[in-house]
């Protein structure tokens, strides 16, 4: 069989399905696989907007590292 190590979703905020495809996901995760998500915003709302505001980001200027 095939193991699993990276898993991309791009244009997450647009997929109908995100938040159902991001909780599928997760069990690959827990075994190891990185997950990367991307999208072009969607406004304040979607998958990766929620993962930001989580963590505190919620513009880019909070997550970009100056140096």
């Known amino acids: ?10 244009e997450s905020e647009f997929q109908r399905e ?5 909780t599928s ?3 690959i ?5 990185k997950l990367v998500i991307l999208s072009s915003s ?3 709302s979607g998958i990766l907007a929620d993962i930001c505001s989580e963590v505190g980001i919620r513009h880019l200027k909070d997550w970009v590292v100056r140096t």
């Open 29 to 33: 995760v827990e075994n190891g696989a």
């Open 18 to 22: 995100g938040r159902n495809a991001m």
């Open 25 to 27: 996901a997760l069990s």
């Open 42 to 44: 969607n406004g304040p």
């Open 1 to 10: 069989g095939y193991t699993i190590s990276h898993l991309i979703m791009d």
